[in-house]
């Protein structure tokens, strides 16, 4: 029998047991504290904690910080060109947050001028409504943030809707229906069938709250207060603002961008009003506000300052430990300890890994042993090892986990002799035994000689700019790997398929070392659904 153990979504377990190393004040947030963190204008930016998920403490910005428009207007569409960039969207801007202009901006660190336009339509004046609040010369978000306050910002995977271009494009990679546009305009009509619609799953450090996370903030007015989820614009927001109206000033309340599209329409997407409805607007407005959020990540942030209250909010501590240890005793980077804790509850860690440093490199051997774990998880069973014609792992701790793998035709040699266990991986490799589990596991009959005769779809997957660099063999396994978010680029440009250590990918979020080989196989079990 298959088994399945977590949820299909892309998210990331908080730990909240483990301690962390640091001289200054651990974080502990509940719903209604507040952070100063980051700023904007010139100003500090206050946060406060909306909720609390499975990501962690959500942190909404107090106020409105800026008025922007979602996306820009043009026919460019560099990102992902299976979706439409249609007459509509060309002539009003793009719903679609994955390569929105906003999405953009909030998630660089670039200078001014050289923030990375997903789309290819740079917010500019000649490409917003009436040229108004533009912004393709602004610096990067989060240029405007220190590095400690930028380790506290986490990194998560989350659902984001589609619109029907892209649902109808098959982008979706969970849903069976369109999400519905309510005229009940209250926080839960609009997030009515939310769990059943087309939806995506998009890896964010800022972005905007969506219609589900809003009813979030609306439900926990007992404690924000009732009207807390209505946005209301910083003084500088009023003054930075092209925008100019008689209701539009400090003290007023005024509405915000979600990144939930209409999805019934092309460039329509979703905002709360000055009363508190959820409406929509196209997208290259520019009198719509922006309140930015993130998931605070309480693994790697102490407190330096502060009581949580608006008058006297937290303040970010000195620079955490690069590294933890687990409660299994292995020694991990920060940024993993929740899904290393995650893997080894979900019984995904060779045993001659628990105990280990998993920030070093991973080995052929090593990965063979992770994979073969993910797919005894997946199947519910242990597998079963052959002898292997490989004269050179016979003293090698992880023979018994190649002889399954061997068996099992997800690891093969890199000769008919050899199988070099102690050389290190590269991303393509990688990404190769991953497919070669998930299609031992999918498919019956499987094998690597009668590979070509199973597909996995990644139709739409952009080409990086090293795509030639890409191995033929590894081609389709990187593309689909890349499409279910398991695996990106190092930059959104490149994939480096054959970078082996976390020194070649210190700008990547996947590499071959042991702990984030080991989340990719997480992040490949937590779809198991999808497997099936």
């Not at 979900?346 to 080995?363: C, D, R, Y």
């Not at 996995?456 to 660099?469: N, T």
Request: aromatic share 12%; charged share 25%.
């Amino acid at each position: 029998m298959k088994k399945r153990y977590l949820s299909l979504a892309l998210i990331f377990t908080l730990i909240a047991s483990l301690a962390l190393p640091l001289a200054a004040r651990a974080a502990n947030v509940d719903i209604g504290c507040y952070v100063q963190m980051g700023a904007y204008y010139g100003q500090p930016i206050l946060w406060r904690c909306v909720d609390i998920d499975e990501n962690g403490p959500l942190m909404l910005a107090d106020k409105i910080i800026c008025i922007k428009p979602f996306d820009a207007d043009g026919g460019a569409n560099t990102s992902t060109g299976s979706h439409s960039r249609n007459e509509d969207r060309q002539s009003s801007g793009s719903n679609y947050w994955a390569d929105s202009n906003m999405r953009s901006w909030l998630n660089s660190g670039e200078g001014a001028g050289n923030v990375n336009w997903l789309c290819g339509n740079p917010p500019d004046e000649a490409h917003v409504r009436r040229g108004n609040n533009d912004y393709d010369a602004e610096a990067g978000f989060l240029t405007n943030f220190t590095q400690a306050e930028l380790n506290a910002v986490k990194e998560v995977s989350q659902k984001s809707l589609l619109a029907y271009p892209e649902a109808d494009a098959g982008m979706a990679q969970t849903g069976s229906e369109i999400h519905l546009f309510s005229y009940d305009n209250g926080t839960a009509a609009a997030a009515a069938n939310y769990d059943s619609a087309y939806a995506e799953y998009i890896t964010d450090k800022i972005f905007l709250l969506d219609v589900k996370q809003l009813n979030s903030v609306y439900e926990n007015g007992n404690i924000l207060g009732v009207d807390y989820y209505i946005g209301e614009p910083t003084a500088e927001c009023v003054s930075g603002s092209e925008y100019k109206n008689k209701d539009f000033e400090y003290g007023k309340k005024w509405s915000y961008w979600l990144r939930s599209p209409r999805a019934d329409y092309t460039g329509g997407v979703r905002y709360v009003s000055d009363t508190g409805s959820v409406s929509f607007d196209q997208s290259d407005d520019y009198s719509v506000g922006v309140r930015p959020a993130f998931y605070l990540d309480i693994q790697a942030v102490s407190f330096a300052s502060g009581s949580g209250s608006a008058q006297s909010p937290y303040t970010i501590g000195g620079e955490p430990s690069d590294t933890t240890v687990t409660s299994y005793n292995s020694e991990v980077s920060q940024w993993s300890s929740p899904e290393m804790e995650e893997a080894y509850s979900a019984g995904l860690i060779p045993e001659n890994l628990v105990g280990e440093n998993l920030t070093k490199p991973v080995s052929r051997a090593e990965f063979a042993a992770i994979s073969v774990k993910l797919y005894e998880s997946l199947v519910g069973s242990s597998a079963s090892g052959v002898n292997t014609p490989f004269v050179d792992i016979g003293s090698n701790k992880n023979k018994s986990d190649i002889e399954k793998a061997y068996a099992l035709n997800i690891a093969i040699g890199v000769s008919d002799s050899e199988f070099a266990p102690d050389d290190g991986l590269t991303r393509e490799q990688l990404a190769t035994m991953l497919c070669r589990t998930i299609k031992k596991y999918k498919f019956e009959g499987w094998s690597t000689e009668t590979d070509s005769e199973y597909y996995l779809d990644s139709e739409g997957v952009k080409k990086f700019a090293d795509d030639d660099l890409i191995s033929d063999y590894a081609k389709p396994s990187v593309y689909y790997m890349v499409k279910m978010g398991i695996i990106k680029g190092i930059d959104e440009n490149h994939f480096a398929p054959k970078n082996t250590t976390a020194e070649e990918e210190a700008e990547g979020y996947a590499s071959a070392t042991r702990e984030q080989a080991i989340a990719l196989s997480l992040r490949t079990y937590k779809l198991s659904d999808l497997w099936k």
